[in-house]
């Protein structure tokens, strides 16, 4: 079975479109699990209506306080019962056969430890890829680091995990931060595992302005810890190229102002980079003040 995963906060005007089109999966082995990361609409009497009006496929609701999405998807593997684990944002949704693709995939998948799980494209609501993900043209058996350094993928994918190899690296918390960047985690796992990426859809999304991706910057200097932890994992990461090891230095420093005092573990070389940092942090701050 499939853990369809969804943290969401404030998404009742929205969530609707991602349960229609579960609703629609021509494969319905699968649970929807819900963590809200305390919203104060009316998701909670919404969920309610969708459990009592639907059989096809079991809906888990549970509510926390506000606290990010890296911690709603630490409290959702606690409560997943699905082999596989398929984090689905609150505001986009699944092509009909999402879960069918996804099941033969897993099906296929080699007894092999080293497989954490598969990905397929994220696709706009005109199905066309996310990025140059079109110019994978065939099934590729490749770490997370290696699809975007090797090859040269970018744009968002689809990323289904076996439970419990994602249970075995938790997103670390820290107090007073909402906000912690997936490739915190998403990078250790490339250290010890690959996925099979298909030329598939898995999944439609379109980018909103209250999503994260629209006020990623505020966030990352909002929660300096978390950013300056992520970092700090791509220097000490030794299947990160050198190339993303550099644009990582540049962003430590263009973020490190906001938590005031540099972590210790931090390499002496990135001093090389703090200018660039210096100049686009103030860039930064002029622009929000416009």
């Not at 306080?65 to 606690?78: E, Q, T």
């Not at 302005?209 to 966030?219: H, M, N, P, Y």
């Not at 992520?230 to 299947?239: A, D, G, K």
Request: glycine share 4%; with cysteine.
């Amino acid at each position: 079975m499939i853990t369809v995963f969804t943290a969401t906060y404030n998404r009742a005007y929205i969530l609707p479109q991602l349960y229609h089109s579960l609703q629609q999966q021509t494969d319905c082995n699968f649970e929807w699990l819900i963590i809200d990361d305390g919203s104060r609409d009316n998701t909670a009497a919404l969920v309610q209506t969708w459990q009592r009006e639907t059989s096809a496929f079991p809906v888990v609701y549970v509510k926390q306080p506000n606290g990010g999405k890296h911690r709603a998807i630490n409290a959702g593997l606690a409560q997943a019962r699905g082999e596989w684990f398929f984090i689905v944002d609150s505001d986009d949704w699944l092509p009909v056969d999402a879960i069918q693709k996804i099941s033969e995939t897993t099906k296929n998948l080699p007894k092999d430890h080293s497989f954490a799980g598969v990905c397929g494209f994220k696709a706009d609501k005109s199905g066309r890829p996310l990025g140059n993900s079109l110019f994978l043209k065939q099934m590729t058996d490749a770490s997370m680091i290696e699809i975007r350094q090797k090859y040269h993928i970018k744009g968002d994918m689809a990323e289904v995990f076996k439970t419990d190899i994602l249970r075995q690296f938790p997103f670390p918390e820290f107090e007073g931060e909402t906000f912690l960047n997936e490739a915190v985690v998403w990078n250790k796992i490339a250290q010890k595992h690959i996925l099979r990426y298909v030329p598939e859809v898995f999944y439609f999304c379109e980018y909103r302005e209250d999503g994260l991706t629209k006020s990623i910057r505020k966030r990352y200097r909002n929660s300096p810890c978390g950013t300056m932890y992520l970092y700090n994992s791509v220097f000490n990461n030794t299947h990160c190229y050198q190339k993303e090891k550099i644009c990582c230095a540049i962003l430590y420093w263009r973020y490190l102002w906001a938590r005031k005092t540099a972590y210790q573990t931090a390499p002496k070389w990135i001093f090389l980079f703090w200018p660039v940092g210096l100049l686009l942090s103030i860039w930064d701050l002029l622009w929000e003040s416009i």
